[in-house]
């Protein structure tokens, strides 16, 4: 081979090239190199060669891995960040909560309802069918039961511009904030009740407290 040709060859093929003319010619070990340390370099670029497999293989891994969350998470399980005061002290500003997707509600899940290119947080205060009063000093009725509500500090009427009893129509879900003095929801004839397509999950549990 030509001196020129040489330099053609990378690390690994010069090893090789070394490693197999020592290993026939006994006279070549002498005067070279050391055959055990031609044997040894070519262990290192062995390990570096399997490493480099290996770190490619666990890329691709992780790769189809976060995908797949991805599209779990949107498909099933969103995850949105709190905004805004209307749900405290349950949720506060900057909360980090966890949905599932789904078309059943019951009176009292915390939901997130899509209205007018805005994800709102409510909690489920009456299914369709359901008679709703609120009293002056907030006291909510459900079906004519005074309703337990631990959940809210202060109890007030708060914007409120519809009649009582207010009957929940088909296919739509009466929502309240559990700050009632602030939130804005199904008391006002601005939101009404929220229909069964505009509800993007309930919560599941909160990933992060602010």
Same mark, same amino acid.
């Given at each position: %081979?030509?001196?020129?040709? $040489?330099?053609?060859? @990378?690390?690994?093929?010069? /090893? ?16 070279? +190199? *050391? &055959? ?6 070519? /262990?290192?670029?062995? @390990?570096?060669?399997? $490493? ?11 790769? !189809? /891995?976060?995908?797949?969350? +991805?599209?779990?998470?949107?498909? $099933? &399980?969103?995850? #949105? ?5 209307? %749900? ?14 789904? =078309?059943?509600?019951?009176?009292? *899940? #915390? ?5 007018? @290119?805005?994800?709102?947080? =409510? ?8 008679? #709703?009063?609120? *009293?002056?000093?907030?006291? +909510? $009725? ?14 007030? &009427?708060?914007?409120? *511009? ?8 088909? @296919?739509?879900?009466?929502? %309240? ?6 939130? +804005? ?14 509800? !993007?999950? =309930?919560? &599941?549990?909160? !990933?992060?407290?602010?």
């Amino acid at each position: %081979m030509k001196d020129k040709d $040489f330099k053609d060859l @990378n690390r690994r093929e010069l /090893v090789e090239l070394v490693y197999n003319i020592m290993d026939e010619d006994e006279e070549g070990k002498e005067k070279l +190199v *050391d &055959l055990e340390e031609i044997r040894q370099e070519r /262990v290192v670029l062995d @390990n570096r060669a399997r $490493f480099k497999k290996i770190l490619l293989s666990t890329l691709a891994v992780l790769t !189809v /891995v976060a995908a797949i969350a +991805v599209l779990i998470s949107m498909l $099933f &399980l969103p995850v #949105i960040q709190v905004s805004g005061d209307s %749900m405290q002290p349950t949720l506060s500003d900057g909360d980090i909560i966890l949905l599932v997707k789904t =078309k059943k509600f019951s009176a009292g *899940d #915390i939901c997130c309802v899509s209205w007018q @290119n805005k994800l709102l947080l =409510k909690r489920v205060i009456g299914l369709p069918g359901d008679s #709703i009063s609120i *009293d002056a000093e907030g006291n +909510v $009725f459900v079906n004519g039961e005074m309703i337990d509500e631990p959940y809210v500090k202060n109890k007030c &009427l708060g914007e409120c *511009d519809i009649e009582f009893p207010y009957i929940v129509p088909d @296919n739509k879900l009466f929502i %309240m904030g559990d700050r009632r003095d602030t939130s +804005v929801d199904s008391r006002s004839s601005v939101i009404g009740c929220v229909d069964y397509d505009q509800m !993007v999950g =309930k919560k &599941l549990f909160r !990933v992060w407290s602010s």
